[in-house]
């Protein structure tokens, strides 16, 4: 037996045989041409017949995937008609009097290696998407045949990487897992299988060894590990713990529409945490009772330019109608520490995650801060908008934002524009002086939710970016639990509510503890509330200790 180690990125266990995928990336010479005008002609009409295949794809996964993931093939289709990409193709045709091909890879080359060099892990991710849209277009310039991916039998299919277009056209029904050498957890791919609830692994490397084809697996996704010709023991193991999976999916999905109460009759609020208008669809599958997060900044990030008050508007409406009058508390830009943008021009910082970001940038920037507001406020309209303020210190703070939204509001009203007057305004506890001075703060606020990456973080003195740290970075630790229990105590002593909307969210470990503590909203990636829910009607709170902190070291 050999033990593969990877990491899982959508969880299951498989067994079956190995299947190797052989793929390459179309080969592409270098060829002198003379007559660029009829390269650049060439490469149209290649990229007219990306543009229907990636429309015939996008269809193919609306019905697969649903829309908010086949999302990724409009995305392809705007990155194959972006302007920088559509440029740089141009101008190596022109200036080095070279073939379509030669520039189109070239090209797909030099982008993929700048978003794999960035530090945001999504943007990276995007450099697989970027070189997927060039070979195709290199396919389609050479009519070159694409690759077959349909199976005869259920198989689990290995290979380098998987391309979202390349798991979309395989036949689901064959695929028991995927395990690839490279991959990235952010990568559409990844969010794909997870959502056709495939078991996949990524990150196996060379220990993934094209010898292995047509031998017994077993995927262990939830641990990241591979076994190829499993002893009888380990098969005997994983076999019960697929089969104990099984009845779970089947009990969790058999929770969709069901309450979110407790035995003895006590009720929470459970929320999705979102990246983006892409991520609505999967919130709404997962039976989301609201948008407890919803992370603006990547309007931000994904812009090459301050994003104007009627593209934020326009997405800001969107989830709003998408949600139906649910919640859909949306947290102002959270920009700098990790999340750096060129066109902000921000300053070299030593210590950048207790430097200039979030809301210090918000107020020493009001007219970036006032179109995000005016945005927001005008979206409001359309649905249960709530605005939440990352990275408060201070009750000065809080006041200034009220003062801002209050400007906003009586220009808008000024111009005959409706909005919700009483568009609730909340913040984020994610520091400890946030936490210590929570009576005060919700005197001002309309509503808590505790960020616990960064209370943790903040609080503990551990760089949660630094994967030394991660032993001394205990999100389970006393000082969080008490600050968290300060902060919905103070909460509930102004008659507010406090929620949760940090990785501990959808932590089942700690759900009856948030229950004793009395949170009233849990918000979590989308795929965890069911799990949560579970955990939640199985618990009677009156037999829990309301001042436990933690049992667990």
């Not at 073939?99 to 189109?104: F, H, T």
């Not at 047509?214 to 002893?231: K, L, S």
């Not at 969709?256 to 945490?273: M, Q």
Request: glycine share 6%; proline share 3%; charged share 30%.
């Amino acid at each position: 037996m050999n033990v593969i180690k990877g990491k899982g990125v959508s969880n299951g266990v498989a067994i079956g045989r190995m299947k190797f995928l052989g793929k390459t990336r179309t080969g592409v010479k270098r060829i002198h041409s003379e007559n660029s005008e009829a390269e650049m002609s060439r490469f149209e009409n290649a990229k007219q017949q990306t543009l229907a295949q990636l429309e015939q794809l996008y269809q193919k996964a609306v019905v697969e995937v649903g829309e908010a993931n086949a999302q990724i093939f409009e995305i392809h289709q705007m990155m194959v008609e972006d302007e920088d990409y559509l440029e740089s193709i141009e101008n190596i045709i022109r200036s080095q009097s070279v073939n379509a091909e030669y520039a189109v890879a070239c090209t797909g080359d030099n982008f993929a290696k700048m978003f794999s060099s960035m530090d945001d892990e999504y943007m990276k991710a995007r450099s697989a998407d970027v070189l997927d849209i060039s070979d195709r277009i290199v396919k389609n310039l050479t009519n070159a045949q694409t690759e077959d991916f349909s199976a005869d039998e259920k198989l689990i299919i290995c290979t380098d990487d998987l391309t979202p277009s390349e798991t979309v056209q395989m036949d689901k029904s064959k695929v028991l897992a995927f395990v690839t050498r490279n991959g990235s957890s952010n990568s559409h791919t990844a969010i794909l299988a997870r959502t056709m609830s495939i078991p996949a692994v990524i990150g196996a490397g060379e220990q993934l060894l094209d010898e292995y084809d047509g031998a017994d697996c077993i995927v262990d996704a939830f641990t990241g590990e591979v076994y190829v010709n499993p002893d009888k023991e380990t098969a005997e193991r994983l076999t019960a713990k697929r089969e104990e999976d099984i009845k779970r999916r089947e009990l969790i999905r058999q929770l969709k529409g069901k309450e979110n109460i407790t035995l003895d009759g006590k009720k929470i609020k459970l929320y999705a945490n979102i990246g983006g208008l892409s991520d609505v669809g999967e919130a709404l599958r997962n039976d989301a009772g609201g948008i407890g997060l919803f992370r603006s900044e990547f309007l931000y990030l994904e812009s090459k330019d301050y994003p104007t008050e009627e593209t934020q508007f326009a997405v800001y409406k969107s989830v709003a109608e998408n949600m139906a009058g649910k919640p859909v508390i949306i947290r102002t830009m959270d920009i700098g520490a990790d999340k750096r943008i060129d066109y902000f021009n921000m300053p070299y910082e030593e210590n950048p995650a207790l430097g200039w970001r979030a809301l210090r940038i918000c107020l020493d920037r009001p007219e970036i801060f006032k179109t995000q507001l005016k945005a927001l406020c005008r979206a409001s309209a359309y649905g249960n908008i709530q605005i939440m303020i990352p990275m408060i210190t201070s009750v000065r703070e809080i006041r200034e934002v009220r003062k801002l939204v209050s400007e906003v509001q009586s220009q808008l009203r000024a111009d005959g524009v409706s909005f919700n007057e009483n568009m609730p305004i909340g913040v984020m506890i994610e520091t400890p002086a946030a936490a210590i001075i929570s009576d005060k703060l919700a005197k001002e606020a309309d509503f808590f939710s505790i960020g616990t990456n960064d209370l943790t973080q903040y609080t503990l003195a551990c760089d949660r970016q630094n994967p030394r740290l991660e032993k001394y970075c205990n999100v389970y630790h006393p000082a969080i639990l008490r600050l968290i229990k300060l902060a919905v105590d103070n909460a509930h002593a102004e008659g507010k509510w406090c929620g949760i909307c940090g990785e501990l969210g959808g932590d089942v470990k700690m759900t009856e503890q948030f229950l004793a503590m009395g949170v009233d909203e849990l918000s979590m990636v989308p795929s965890l509330i069911l799990e949560v829910r579970d955990k939640v009607r199985k618990c009677d709170t009156s037999k829990l200790d309301r001042n436990i902190l933690s049992d667990i070291e």
